[in-house]
């Protein structure tokens, strides 16, 4: 079956041509048939019921337009005929006392967003927080420190000064996050210092510059947890706008057994049976600090599941 990781939407069109229409986006932002997805301080609009589908607003409904500048808009896509758009609100703007905040939904972390909508939507407002992300991070030139405008229908943001003019995109970090295993039936996970207690996952770190991912990878490793790798297969990737990685997801063979830890980075690293984890994969419910294996909407998750499916 193909499957996806939670935040990717290969099923959606971003119909990225239209971006290039300077004109469009401002025209089309407004229509009532266009749906906008609001994003205020970093949190996303889901609606109240728990079976919730992400909430957006009509593109013609006055008062988004109130709280977000046109600055800070942005053209996502089209899903079966409809536009679908991004509204970053103003950070300072009273949402939680709004009307119609308060009768259609309630604003949440992304995170939780991820563990309750469908995929569909959980990708479209990961994809509209990203973006609200990347106007806030590129109000100003790097070069020259003018204000930016947005360009590209929000996908870009351009220098003010025409003797400048530089140009900046969203960008996303790639990191490498890995599934060490042996030729048998162990695999390694660990506690970086910033899980919630009694998690364990896989581990992960960020490509430096000049750096492929292979090279990342073993450097990675073995700063972790001293393992030295052999063979490495890529597996999938997962966009993850916290606030803007691409985890690259691999398993590996380590070619040494004995584990070092960087304790400034880590807090426990060792070798699990595989028959220990499957009970553990099929626990729901722990006690406070037990160990855990990461959510259901992690690539981290997937890759632990998928070996434990392999044997
Ligand atoms: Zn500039």
């Given at each position: 079956m193909h499957q996806t990781n939670t935040f990717?939407?290969?099923?959606?069109?971003?119909?990225?041509?239209?971006?290039?229409?300077?004109?469009w986006w401002r025209a089309t932002a407004?229509?009532?048939?266009t749906r906008i997805l609001p994003v205020w301080q970093g949190n996303v609009l889901v609606g109240h019921n728990p079976s919730s589908r992400a909430i957006a607003l009509d593109g013609s409904a006055p008062w988004w337009r109130e709280h977000a500048d046109w600055d800070r808009s942005a053209f996502l896509g089209v899903q079966d005929g409809t536009v679908w758009g991004m509204a970053a609100l103003s950070?300072?703007?009273p949402m939680e006392e709004h009307p119609e905040i308060q009768r259609q939904g309630q604003f949440v972390p992304l995170r939780a967003a991820g563990m309750v909508l469908p995929p569909l939507d959980a990708g479209m407002v990961a994809f509209a927080r990203a973006l609200a992300w990347f106007h806030d991070q590129h109000r100003?030139?790097?070069?020259?420190?003018r204000p930016t405008r947005p360009a590209e229908a929000g996908h870009a943001r351009t220098c003010s000064d025409p003797e400048c003019g530089r140009t900046v995109y969203p960008r996303s970090d790639p990191a490498v996050i890995v599934l060490i295993h042996d030729d048998h039936d162990r695999c390694v996970l660990g506690r970086g210092r910033?899980?919630?207690?009694g998690m364990h996952s896989t581990l992960a770190g960020f490509v430096e510059a000049g750096e492929s991912l292979e090279t990342c990878l073993r450097r990675e490793m073995k700063e972790e947890s001293g393992l030295e790798i052999g063979e490495i297969t890529y597996r999938h990737s997962q966009p993850w706008p916290f606030p803007q990685s691409l985890m690259v997801g691999f398993h590996a063979v380590a070619t040494s057994t004995d584990i070092v830890i960087d304790e400034v980075e880590m807090e426990h690293v060792a070798w699990y049976e595989r028959d220990w984890l499957k009970q553990q994969a099929a626990r729901t419910d722990f006690d406070e600090g037990e160990f855990r294996l990461p959510t259901r909407i992690s690539i981290a998750r997937r890759l632990i599941d998928e070996w434990l499916d392999a044997g």
């Open positions: 990717d939407i290969p099923q959606f069109d971003r119909d990225a041509i239209r971006r290039r229409d300077p004109d407004g229509l009532d048939a950070d300072a703007a100003f030139c790097g070069r020259c420190g910033h899980l919630p207690p």
